[in-house]
């Protein structure tokens, strides 16, 4: 079993900027893919941004805008987001896929706001 904590979510005016990280309870020197989706109200969970041993994956609304990173020591993954729209407003869920486990792993969920 693997927990995922995120954290940096928040309230921020349109234009500004946020750190979101994943803190996982195991290394994730061995994950298969992790990242970030996200689920605003009424619509469903999308993909924002993963990132794997070698390459990197945004959906076109945050490209140019986000970008993911990780922290192999620390088993934290970052998703930087910066000129933020009100339209960036969801619950943005952490996800782990590990190469030893057959299914992924998700965390709660932390909630971002864009508003003036």
């Known amino acids: 079993q693997v927990q995922l904590v995120e954290s940096g979510g928040g309230l921020v005016q349109p234009g500004g900027s946020l750190r979101l990280s994943c803190a996982a309870s195991?290394?994730?020197?061995?994950?298969?893919?992790m990242g970030w989706y996200r689920q605003a109200p009424g619509k469903e969970r999308e993909l924002v941004a993963l990132?794997?041993?070698?390459?990197?994956n945004y959906s076109d609304s945050v490209k140019g805008r986000f970008t993911i990173s990780r922290d192999n020591a620390k088993n934290t993954v970052y998703l930087q987001m910066n000129n933020l729209k009100p339209e960036d407003t969801a619950v943005y869920y952490c996800?782990?896929?590990?190469?030893?486990?057959?299914?992924?792993?998700w965390g709660q969920g932390t909630q971002v706001t864009v508003s003036a």
């Open positions: 996800y782990a896929k590990f190469s030893w486990s057959s299914r992924g792993f």
């Open positions: 195991r290394s994730i020197i061995n994950i298969s893919v």
């Open positions: 990132i794997s041993s070698g390459s990197t």
